[in-house]
């Protein structure tokens, strides 16, 4: 086996191969990337609206609940059929890119939106009688007093669910996006060793999934609280 | 007119009532002590003075005016006039001494920073904890701390001070320092019935005494006012 992947070797790292490997990781950074943004974006927000205890912000409440509870118990592969079916059935024409785009946001913000709202009401409800009783509005408690605290809480598994996403992101192939998992399995078919082309993919993924770890764990630090713990 | 006034006063906690016929009045430059057995509603009374709990029944009135605790404008209005010290000091575990002394006045009242640090620096220095302005709480000992929410609620020089149990962790010396900052016009402190009142002596004007038991019943029979 060892001599058919030293003999492919020059074949498999053409020029053209490795451009085509390099978009596909392109696509796949692309995904993972405005995934997790937009995720933490609007996951921010909603677990924002999920704590706010106003009255008036009820509607809200039940809609951010709803779309939480709903995304984070249908498989990922589900809503990218779901929003790739319901764009065919609305005629419009979107790449398979954006399709697979707006699937991992939808699922990215749901989860997201559970991880942070856990983090935030993990700070001690104390914090928030001290923040109320000194006249802070809502955003600034959570702008100043509780998102500062509860960083360490959000950070770890947020960063967890960036890699896992990451890997989730493959999915996208099942609907024609050219990602990692996709260009592999075009290599693959094309005749070169199964070893070789998913060694390549498993290195591509490790080199996005790594620096994003090891990212978090610096984020971590730098945002933790206090200098005593 | 007294400047608070707490008539009639009921307030649960789901099902469970804490706080009855509650009615007590405070005059300005009053000093008063809440004193009653560990469970028995106090922390409560105050909590509900803050307006962090509405009340199931009766009134609470500031300089004759009653509060509406469904008027966020009015509750804002309230919070500006008080300042509480919590009996866990409850301070911003993210801020170092000197910026939970200064956030309120600086982010919420818009004062100048240099003006809110110069004043945070003073009563810090009072309390005896000018060398620990950048410390965070969690370096803090218990006393500091309660000093530090203590020079937090005194920045705002606020009409009316609530405090939770204000010197429960303080000693001897620190208690006198701190009560006599002359600044508090209400507080509760720890001291109950047979305990050495020798601190109650400095702090209280008027002690409204109530019954043991697990609901807080307060009348008017139950308030003995004592001169300092």
Request: aromatic share 10%.
């Amino acid at each position: 086996m060892l001599d058919q992947i030293l003999q492919e070797l020059p074949r498999f790292f053409s020029y053209y191969n490795l451009l085509f490997f390099a978009k596909a990781l392109g696509v796949t950074f692309a995904l993972s990337a405005i995934g997790c943004v937009v995720g933490f974006s609007l996951g921010f927000l909603l677990a924002a609206v999920r704590l706010d205890t106003r009255p008036a912000g009820r509607p809200l409440r039940v809609a951010s609940t709803v779309f939480i509870e709903l995304f984070r118990r249908i498989p990922f592969l589900v809503t990218l059929m779901l929003v790739f079916f319901i764009f065919q059935g609305l005629n419009a024409d979107l790449a398979m890119f954006t399709v697979a785009l707006i699937s991992v946001c939808l699922i990215a913000t749901a989860f997201i939106a559970e991880i942070v709202r856990s983090g935030l009401e993990s700070v001690h409800r104390n914090q928030w009688d001290a923040a109320v009783a000194m006249n802070f509005s809502y955003l600034q408690t959570l702008r100043l007093v509780i998102v500062p605290q509860a960083w360490k809480i959000i950070l770890p598994p947020v960063f967890g669910f960036f890699v896992l996403f990451i890997k989730d992101t493959a999915l996208a192939s099942q609907i024609g996006v050219v990602e990692l998992a996709f260009a592999g399995k075009t290599m693959n078919n094309k005749g070169f060793s199964a070893t070789l082309v998913y060694g390549t993919v498993l290195a591509l993924y490790f080199m996005l999934s790594y620096p994003l770890a090891r990212f978090g764990k610096h984020l971590e630090k730098k945002l933790a609280p206090t200098r005593n713990r | 007119m007294p400047q608070l006034e707490i008539v009639d006063l009921k307030a649960n906690y789901g099902s469970h009532t804490v706080l009855e016929r509650i009615n007590l009045s405070v005059d300005k430059g009053e000093i008063v002590s809440l004193i009653g057995p560990s469970g028995s509603g106090k922390s409560t009374l105050l909590r509900v003075l803050m307006g962090l709990l509405p009340p199931i029944e009766g009134q609470v009135r500031i300089d004759g005016q009653a509060l509406d605790y469904n008027d966020r404008e009015q509750l804002r209005r309230l919070r500006s006039q008080m300042a509480i010290v919590f009996q866990q000091y409850n301070l911003f575990q993210n801020m170092s001494v000197l910026g939970n002394v200064t956030i309120a006045p600086v982010k919420i009242n818009k004062r100048p920073r240099a003006e809110v640090e110069a004043e945070a620096r003073r009563l810090l220095e009072s309390v005896g904890l000018g060398d620990k302005l950048e410390a965070y709480p969690d370096q803090l000992s218990g006393g500091q701390q309660q000093r530090v929410a203590i020079a937090r609620a005194l920045v705002h020089d606020p009409p009316l001070v609530i405090a939770d149990e204000p010197t429960a962790h303080l000693d001897y010396v620190q208690v006198e320092s701190t009560l006599r900052l002359g600044q508090v016009n209400a507080c509760k402190c720890r001291f109950g019935p047979g305990e050495d009142p020798q601190h109650e002596q400095v702090s209280a004007g008027e002690v409204l005494r109530h019954y043991p038991g697990d609901v807080f019943v307060g009348d008017e029979g139950a308030v003995d006012h004592r001169v300092v």
